[in-house]
């Protein structure tokens, strides 16, 4: 029984992943072809995959240094946006005036390239760790509340209604009905959210770091090091894709029903 569930997830895993892989390896031999191969795209303009590789393998405790630097800033940028993103979002959800009043700002703050701003945020906090950590929870902030405020109003009103008819006061009622339903559209805003909080850590590195990922990009591009600038690209997108990953298996262990009928679907559309 236990080599036929495992064989069943190997086959399922196998399933999940060949096309990606596929379209990755084709990705790079075209990136190969046209650079070393042909020389159609200059070195110094686009680096082939061996000396995007070589940097990468030979120059690894340098990046990991970095790497770990931007990947603290990410994660817990992203844990206070989501702290704050769904505190915020049933705040919203609970007083219409309040969401009335409030949301058109949120929209309003959204709008603005955070980028233009972060450069305010080293005036005030200086060149350490919060500046970045601001930018990335700034960025990530948006997602969590939309889709958590979506996820709270999505609530079946006869739902709402049974459970005031039983007695279930408002606490109660959110606990044990709002809250679970919403959790699909909480992990969906959290999976995009979490890769937005590695892209504002790097731009907050843009503005001013000594380290870090965004720091490395800055360095190496000032340097013509095009190696080592898409190497320190592929780590920044690794960096999202694990945490992105992380996220998935959370979401599977949270919400096994949503995940297997999710798995299902994608399984009988195929």
Do not use: C
Not at 55 to 76: A, C, I, N, S
Not at 199 to 218: Q, R, W
Request: net charge positive; aromatic share 10%.
């Amino acid at each position: 029984m236990k080599i036929t569930r495992r064989g069943k997830r190997a086959e399922g895993l196998l399933e999940r992943t060949w096309r990606p892989v596929v379209l990755l390896v084709v990705l790079v031999l075209l990136w190969q072809l046209a650079t070393a191969t042909t020389g159609f795209i200059e070195p110094y303009l686009v680096p082939s995959p061996a000396a995007t590789l070589d940097v990468l393998l030979g120059q690894w405790p340098y990046l990991w240094q970095h790497t770990w630097v931007t990947t603290y800033e990410t994660v817990l940028g992203f844990v206070l946006a989501a702290l704050v993103g769904v505190l915020t979002a049933v705040t919203l959800v609970s007083s219409p005036t309040v969401e009335r009043t409030v949301y058109p700002i949120l929209l309003f703050a959204q709008v603005i390239p955070k980028i233009a701003i972060a450069p305010l945020f080293v005036v005030w906090l200086g060149f350490g760790l919060e500046p970045k950590i601001l930018v990335a929870v700034l960025i990530a902030f948006f997602p969590v509340v939309i889709s958590m405020v979506t996820g709270l109003k999505s609530v079946d009103p006869e739902m709402l209604q049974l459970a005031s008819v039983m007695g279930g006061g408002p606490l109660k009622t959110f606990w044990k009905i709002r809250f679970p339903a919403s959790l699909p559209h909480l992990f969906s805003g959290l999976k995009v959210a979490v890769t937005l909080a590695v892209t504002g850590a790097v731009v907050g590195e843009f503005v001013g770091a000594n380290e870090g990922l965004g720091y490395l990009i800055l360095q190496a591009n000032g340097n013509l090091d095009t190696p080592m600038l898409f190497a320190a690209l592929i780590v920044m997108a690794g960096v999202g894709v694990v945490l992105f990953v992380l996220l998935e298996i959370v979401e599977r262990l949270v919400l096994p029903w949503h995940a297997s009928r999710r798995a299902e679907a994608v399984t009988t559309t195929v």
